[in-house]
């Protein structure tokens, strides 16, 4: 088979390295792919919101499967456009999407449907969200409506930086036309967890929980980036608490989906809080998670391919989907700065062995070379029988990885293994 990725990134290395392991794949397309993605796929210079482009190429190349894994293409439709062009598609159609493409979309959805999540209130007029947050409970969580890179979420701990939040995303556009609406929510307390799970829009399989760490620095200081490193399983994730999100929160959204004739195949992502009231739902993605994907899928022991094509083809109930009791630790290498301003175009290198997978987000090839090329420069994963065993493993061979100007936190599973001794 023919198979091709749409994406950049990590996760796409992730998922090519995991679609791979089927040998029924005979070659990978990455659109566009990155200078270390190349190692595992053929690179293709179609950016991956060129949704002409993608489907000009699959149709040149006779691609049999396409994996459309960012959010941009997915919530513009590029599913769509393959399967109507004749070919296979893992991942949702627009409709569907959007439920990470718009969180007014996705707040009123909970609500009608009775899913446990943070009371909210809507604004499409800057005075009147300005005058809400002048009383609303702090601190209080700003959401810019639409995709704004896993950026668009401003938590305010006092009424200026709530004014200030509003501003930015209202006023001065700091998100463009995603922040034509916001979302101004109750700030919920609690772990937080991250479950993917598998859905052919009636049956939910998800996989291994995962603990994200979002802000730049260690102990959960600076910037909200798009994730700084991931450990999996989540330890707060016990079968116990899985079995009510089950309940209350996987299955109802996939029912709610299908009850407004938007059928959600492909890949859910729960964000989740696990409250004093029990889990909500923070956020919705369309997608795999990055860096979770980086995690959870070196557990994965059953097929990739087979399970999304089960997704495609509504057969999921019928797919055999198994995840390994082991633990798994990813820690992001990023360039200084992120996710500000920084600087590319260092040479990677390695002493010696790594014995972890090491996953390519931003880098490029040139003179024979391996390049920073954006933020979120490597993810690299060591997966071990116990989880101290894989956060040891995974900083071990970050030691052996250098650029230039490497940034990582130092603290990736801290609060894991804290919840582990408790």
Do not use: W
């Not at 995991?18 to 950016?47: F, Q, S, T, W």
């Not at 997915?74 to 893992?90: I, K, Q, S, T, W």
């Not at 998670?289 to 083809?313: F, H, I, K, W, Y």
């Not at 590319?344 to 997978?357: F, M, P």
């Amino acid at each position: 088979m023919k198979i091709m990725v749409i994406g950049s990134g990590g996760r796409e290395h992730a998922v090519i390295r995991k679609l791979r392991e089927n040998p029924a794949v005979e070659k990978i397309y990455a659109l566009p792919g990155n200078g270390g993605i190349a190692a595992d796929a053929v690179c293709v210079d179609v950016g991956a919101k060129d949704i002409d482009g993608a489907v000009r190429f699959a149709r040149e190349n006779a691609v049999d499967f396409a994996v459309v894994t960012p959010d941009d293409p997915l919530v513009l439709g590029m599913v769509d456009a393959l399967e109507d062009a004749g070919v296979p598609c893992f991942g949702p159609r627009k409709n569907a999407a959007i439920i990470e493409g718009s969180k007014v979309f996705s707040k009123n959805l909970m609500k009608k449907y009775g899913i446990p999540t943070a009371a909210y209130q809507v604004f499409d007029d800057a005075e009147a969200a300005l005058a809400y947050v002048q009383t609303a409970p702090l601190p209080t969580v700003v959401k810019a409506d639409g995709l704004a890179l896993g950026k668009g979420v401003l938590i305010a701990q006092t009424r200026q930086e709530a004014v200030e939040a509003v501003k930015s995303i209202m006023e001065d556009r700091k998100f463009g036309a995603s922040g034509d609406q916001i979302v101004v929510e109750e700030f919920l307390t609690g772990p937080e967890v991250s479950v993917l799970v598998f859905t052919d829009g009636g049956t939910v399989k998800p996989m291994v929980s995962s603990m994200d760490h979002k802000r730049a620095h260690d102990g959960d200081e600076g910037l909200n980036t798009g994730g700084m490193g991931t450990v999996a399983p989540n330890p707060y994730y016990t079968k116990d608490v899985a079995d009510v999100c089950m309940q209350t929160i996987f299955k109802p959204t996939i029912a709610a989906m299908a009850a407004e004739g938007r059928p959600f195949q492909g890949c859910l992502y729960f964000g989740l809080m696990l409250t004093p009231d029990g889990p909500k739902v923070i956020e919705y993605n369309c997608r795999f998670g990055d860096p979770e994907t980086q995690v959870v899928l070196p557990l994965m022991e059953s097929d990739l391919l087979t399970a999304m094509m089960a997704c495609r083809n509504g057969t999921l109930a019928q797919t055999d989907i198994r995840f390994s009791d082991r633990n798994a630790c990813c820690v992001i290498m990023a360039s200084e700065g992120y996710p500000a301003g920084y600087e590319k175009g260092y040479e990677i290198t390695r002493d010696g062995g790594v014995s972890a997978q090491v996953y390519v987000a931003g880098a490029k090839l040139a003179e024979g070379k391996l390049l920073t090329n954006g933020g979120r420069v490597l993810g690299v994963t060591a997966v071990a029988d116990t989880l101290p065993e894989a956060v040891r493993a995974a900083y071990a061979d970050v030691e052996k990885i250098h650029f230039g100007n490497a940034f990582y936190r130092r603290d990736i599973g801290r609060r894991a293994l804290k919840a582990l001794k408790n």
